[in-house]
């Protein structure tokens, strides 16, 4: 259980401490998703192909995946506030470079730069909940600090397309780069000073990749993400040539969509408290199948506009439906099973996510240039299948850890 909170916070789920590590993956959200609204303008820009400008949504991932485990695992040796801090000074520095970026190549350094420490950054903010919450809020929280990136699709991709269509792409990361100097300067101010340093030793931490609950949960959110980022890395480009979104509506699309991610997110807290362990990830399974059969039609989008938007919707809806209940799985099994590696599990969605968004996009890539857009939903569809039977594969381990 959670210690009991001093002060104004008592008794109350929202307050400045939690306000902020939302902020905190709001940026994180910002600036790696703000590339999807802006894509055109970057292949334009730098003169690369779009295929080529969506690579930095694959590479990304492919960097923050493996160092997410890594830089969670390293950080829990340290004190918590300075290392947190410190992260967000190298993900203020990357952004500040994406501005400056003369060409490709260096975008792409300053690009990989923040994706090493952003799953980091959501690892660490997820160990505050002890300190900022109380434990009755514990799945809120989870899907509070989640829904950072979210609203980050809702407002903050919007905010930073039209910036770009305004002012250009680079300004883009300027604004970005200029909220996250705003935020650290918050964050000195309200986020606790306190540590909880593993007492084991680095390598030790990492014997929770052993555990088949947790092999399962992984490979769960890996395909679970996958389907979607197929065709997420290329929306713009759906919205514009197949379902005929004129240019300057694209960002009233990007924000209904958001909208859509928002919800998924939230009421994904409310589906992790149906249970404890692995109980409420297996409760995705019709999730996941609902989500293969919309990503199917998809491929028809461009015949019916209108059924094609709603498809849209609808897959934004079902997008971050298991962030909660992965978490939840994650932590309840370090907890009961492997209290040394806390740090490192939570740090597996984002991880999981993330080697998802990297399988997604690339496959994506390949489609959309072997095929066009019209079959990514498909090919998506197959990663939700993937997902069902992963949540299948799970069920057996339900009991052991609900009790």
Request: aromatic share 12%; charged share 10%.
């Amino acid at each position: 259980m959670n210690a009991p909170m001093d002060g104004a916070g008592a008794g109350r789920f929202f307050n400045p401490q939690v306000a902020v590590l939302v902020t905190v993956t709001f940026m994180l959200g910002m600036s790696e998703f703000v590339v999807v609204g802006i894509l055109p303008d970057i292949a334009s820009g730098l003169r690369v192909s779009e295929v080529t400008a969506g690579n930095l949504v694959a590479l990304f991932a492919f960097v923050y995946a493996p160092c997410t485990p890594l830089g969670s695992a390293l950080s829990a040796r340290f004190p918590r506030f300075a290392t947190y801090m410190a992260l967000m000074g190298v993900f203020l520095a990357g952004n500040v470079l994406c501005v400056l970026a003369p060409n490709y190549p260096v975008l792409l350094v300053a690009r990989l730069l923040i994706a090493s420490v952003s799953g980091t950054l959501v690892a660490v903010s997820m160990t505050f909940a002890p300190d900022v919450t109380e434990d009755r809020y514990r799945t809120k929280f989870i899907a509070w600090v989640f829904s950072g990136f979210s609203i980050a699709s809702v407002v903050g991709v919007p905010v930073g397309t039209w910036v770009a269509a305004a002012f250009g792409w680079r300004a883009s990361f300027a604004l970005i780069s200029i909220l996250t100097a705003m935020l650290m300067a918050l964050m000195a101010v309200v986020l606790p000073r306190n540590s909880h340093p593993a007492r084991i030793g680095f390598l030790r931490q990492f014997r929770l990749f052993f555990d088949r609950r947790i092999q399962l949960g992984v490979a769960d959110v890996v395909f679970g993400a996958a389907a979607s980022y197929v065709f997420y890395t290329y929306l713009t480009p759906i919205m514009r040539d197949e379902i005929g979104v004129p240019e300057h509506m694209i960002s009233i699309g990007l924000v209904i969509y958001g909208c859509a991610c928002l919800w998924s997110n939230l009421y994904g807290g409310t589906l992790a408290d149906k249970g404890h362990g692995v109980e409420p990830l297996t409760h995705m399974r019709p999730v996941y199948g609902a989500q293969a059969v919309c990503l199917c039609l998809l491929a028809f989008a461009s015949l019916v506009p209108v059924a094609g938007a709603l498809l849209l919707v609808a897959l934004g809806m079902f997008m971050y439906l298991q962030n909660a209940s992965s978490q939840v799985l994650y932590m309840d099994v370090a907890y009961q099973s492997h209290p040394g590696s806390v740090n490192l599990a939570a740090s597996l969605n984002s991880m999981s996510f993330n080697i998802g968004i990297a399988i997604g996009s690339a496959v994506g890539g390949m489609v959309n240039d072997a095929l066009g857009l019209a079959w990514l939903g498909p090919f998506g569809a197959m990663f939700a299948l993937l997902a069902v039977g992963t949540t299948t594969l799970l069920r057996p381990y339900v009991s052991p850890v609900g009790e």
